[in-house]
């Protein structure tokens, strides 16, 4: 089948790739002439494990172009999977997935299927297809379905190659069938439901996944506070087959480019209809205070961050992804910046990435070692697995004053007690077996 798909970041291309594997002909649309030449070189332009070898396996099969009239004009199908970013108010940025839809109307030639794969208000797939019959240049007939991704960054491959479920929403027979044959050879339940409940299950799903992570956040930050261990309350919860062990990772919260966007979304939404989803609201307010619970437990080791050496263990949201959207550093490191802080910092794929942002006021090294030498503290924001294997007796001896402050448990604390450290995590015992005279 042509398949042509507009956009080429996390959800565009990993689409694209996926199913030119699956052995579709695949034409991948995007604005950026320096992105469509990097993907015509086999080259991706952004880290996800997997992809680029899935690319170049595929590249007779996949064809990249900024030439959208020529992509569209006699495709069978059309996946629209640009961004929708965050607005101000927390509503979703509809301007990419509009401005396409406008373009495919002046551009196809045939009959086509238009699938939103964006994940977009609910209702907006109905305005969608609105947008594209107003706006058509032939006499063609186009069927708008909504086809949510459920991938998550760093597994984005696996999730689509091998996805829970496929979630088909269509107001016609035609439309899912055309894409059920798009899906014929994903080893995959399908999910045949209508538009608006298409576009309910992905915000739902996500939203559910953030409720968990915050409900699980709470409880750790309360069993610091009794005595009790989070890893043993979340182990012992995990074998109820209601609850699952899945997203109960106690931590400093979740960030990337789906949760904390969708969360605010769909409370922006239920608010436009004058009705509060206080649990979402809830899960918010959790995630936001709970990024900042390292700079928090660093004020009980020193009054100020002032004049210190501060390491910074991982940068991006989360191991197996450069990607930096709503990660906890930046809100922290801002933090430590105008404190005074002298911050070194270390991450395997993200750095390049952080340098945009902040070239100059924090150095980067190469090695783990290299960042926590002569630290006066260490924060761990990220559970890369080089942090996780790491030595523990190195902390003590590279370190100034061996403090580490944990936001990810990367650690057992069995391990840490034969140290010379403090260790300070979350929802668990802080050990301290290093005495220091602290200012």
């Keep these: 089948m042509k398949v042509t798909v507009a956009g080429t970041g996390y959800v565009g291309l990993v689409t694209g790739v996926c199913l030119a594997e699956h052995g579709h002909s695949v034409t991948c649309v995007d604005v950026d002439d320096k992105k469509v030449a990097l993907l015509k070189t086999g080259i991706s332009p952004i880290y996800e494990p997997g992809l680029e070898e899935l ?79 107003f706006n ?11 086809n949510p991704e459920f991938l ?16 088909i929403g269509v107001e016609d027979d035609f439309a899912g069938e055309i894409l059920k044959e798009v899906y014929k050879n994903f080893d995959a339940p399908i999910v045949v439901t209508n538009r608006k409940s298409a576009e309910m299950i992905k915000y739902a799903s996500n939203d559910f996944l953030a409720l968990k992570i915050s409900f699980i956040n709470e409880i750790a930050n309360l069993c610091e506070i009794i005595g009790a261990d989070i890893e043993d309350v979340a182990d012992g919860m995990g074998y109820d087959g209601r609850i699952g062990n899945r997203f109960l990772n106690a931590g400093i919260g979740y960030g990337g480019s789906c949760f904390p966007k969708d969360t605010k979304a769909l409370h922006w939404l239920a608010n436009f209809h004058d009705y509060e989803l206080k649990t979402v609201k809830a899960a918010i307010d959790v995630n936001e205070n709970q990024k900042l619970k390292l700079v ?8 100020s961050l002032k004049g210190l050496n501060v390491a910074v263990l991982g940068l991006t949201f989360k191991p197996g992804t450069d990607d930096l959207r709503e990660a906890p550093t930046l809100v922290n490191i801002p933090i430590m910046i105008e404190d005074g802080a002298n ?72 391990r840490v007690r034969k140290e010379n450290m403090i260790y300070d995590s979350v929802g668990r015992e802080t050990i301290n077996s290093f005495e220091v005279s602290l200012v």
């Design 136 to 146: 058509l240049a032939k006499d063609v007939n186009v069927y708008v379905a909504s």
């Design 296 to 303: 928090k437990k660093s004020r009980k080791y020193f009054d």
């Design 152 to 167: 998550a960054q760093g597994t984005a491959v696996e999730d689509t190659l091998h996805a829970s479920r496929i979630v």
């Design 55 to 133: 690319m170049v396996k595929n590249m007779d099969r996949l064809n990249f172009t900024t030439e959208y009239k020529e992509a569209y004009k006699d495709a069978d199908v059309i996946f629209i999977g640009v961004g929708t970013p965050e607005k101000k108010d927390g509503s979703a940025n509809l301007g990419y997935v509009y401005g396409v839809s406008e373009q495919i109307a002046g551009s196809i030639e045939k009959d086509c299927v238009v699938v939103v794969k964006s994940t977009v208000p609910i209702g907006t797939n109905d305005k969608i297809e609105d947008l594209i019959k």
């Design 343 to 414: 911050i070194k910092a270390w991450d395997p794929v993200g750095v390049e990435n952080f340098k945009n942002k902040y070239p100059d006021e924090i150095t980067y090294c190469n090695t783990i070692e290299d960042t926590i030498k002569d630290a006066d503290l260490c924060f761990i924001f990220t559970e890369w697995d080089e942090v996780k294997s790491f030595d523990l007796s190195k902390y003590s001896e590279l370190m100034k004053t061996p403090i580490v402050l944990d936001g990810r448990n990367c650690y057992d604390l069995t």
